[in-house]
C-alpha cells in the first residue's frame, strides 16, 4: 500500500485565494482525520471523519475553512478565502482500528 | 475533556546521553497511548502505543510504560544517537462517538549531538 497520500506537498498562494488541500486515505480504513501544524499551537486535531461522516469538527478554526469526505477514498480540506495566518503544514491520517498512519502533509503558505 | 501535556523542548543531548522526555495525559475511560516521532521534512510516524494500564511499548531502542496511576507515558531511551533527533509527539485516543479522535502533545524537539 502507498500509505496516506496528500497532494499538494507545497502550495503557496495569495491571500483571497481559495485552497483545496487533497488526501487519499490508505484503502480499507474507516477514519480519516485533518490537522494542522504550527510552531505556535503545535499540532491541531481540525476535524474528524468516521465511515465519511464528520464525527467531530470542533477544530475547524472558522466557517472560512470546509471539509469533505465524498466517499471513503477520497477527502478535501478548503479554506475560502486564506488569510496569511493559515500558513502551516497541513496533515490527513487514516486509521482502521486504533493506529492512524499519517500522509507526508502539505506545505501551505499564504503570501 | 482529553488532553496531552508534554515537556518543552528543545532538548539536547549528546550521543549515547539517557533521554527521558516526560508526558502526561487527562482522558475520561480507559484511552490508547502513543508516541509518533516527526524528522524534518516528515510527516508523523508511530514509534510506540499502550493500549492498557502497565502495558509497556518498545521500539527502536525507545520505551514507555502507561501508568494510570500518575496518568503519565513517559519516554525513554538509554541511549541516543544523532540519527534520533527529531520531534516527538505523545498522544491519546479514546473510542466511541466523538470520542474517537486522536489528541496530540506539542511535540518536544531533541537534538542529539555527536
Known amino acids: 500500500d502507498a500509505g496516506v497520500i496528500q497532494s499538494p506537498r507545497h502550495e503557496v498562494t495569495e491571500m483571497g485565494q481559495e485552497v483545496t488541500l487533497r488526501c487519499k486515505p490508505i484503502?480499507?480504513?474507516?477514519?480519516l482525520f485533518w490537522y494542522r501544524q504550527t510552531m505556535m499551537r503545535g499540532l491541531e486535531l481540525l476535524i474528524y471523519f468516521n465511515n465519511n461522516v464528520p464525527i467531530d469538527d470542533s477544530g475547524m478554526p472558522e466557517d472560512r475553512f470546509s471539509a469533505k469526505m465524498p466517499n471513503a477514498s477520497f477527502s478535501t480540506l478548503k479554506i475560502q478565502p486564506s488569510e496569511p495566518r493559515d500558513s502551516a503544514v497541513y496533515f490527513c491520517?487514516?486509521?482502521?482500528?486504533?493506529?492512524?498512519?499519517f500522509g507526508q502533509g502539505t506545505r501551505l503558505t499564504v503570501v | 475533556g482529553n488532553s496531552v501535556t508534554q515537556m518543552e523542548g528543545p532538548v539536547t543531548l549528546s550521543e549515547e546521553a539517557f533521554l527521558t522526555i516526560n508526558c502526561t495525559y487527562t482522558a475520561t475511560g480507559y484511552p490508547s497511548l502513543f508516541w509518533y516521532v516527526q524528522y524534518p521534512g516528515e510527516g508523523l510516524q508511530l514509534l510506540l502505543k499502550?493500549?492498557?494500564?502497565?502495558d509497556k511499548g518498545s521500539n527502536k531502542g525507545f520505551e514507555a510504560t502507561y501508568r494510570k496511576e500518575t496518568t503519565s507515558f513517559h519516554l525513554e531511551k538509554g541511549s541516543v544517537q544523532v540519527s534520533d533527533s527529531a520531534v516527538y509527539f505523545c498522544?491519546?485516543?479514546?473510542?466511541?462517538?466523538?470520542?474517537?479522535?486522536?489528541?496530540f502533545g506539542k511535540g518536544t524537539k531533541l537534538s542529539v549531538k555527536p
Open positions: 498522544a491519546l485516543r479514546n473510542y466511541g462517538g466523538s470520542q474517537g479522535n486522536l489528541i
Open positions: 491520517a487514516s486509521s482502521l482500528g486504533e493506529r492512524p498512519f
Open positions: 484503502s480499507g480504513h474507516n477514519s
Open positions: 499502550a493500549t492498557k494500564a502497565d
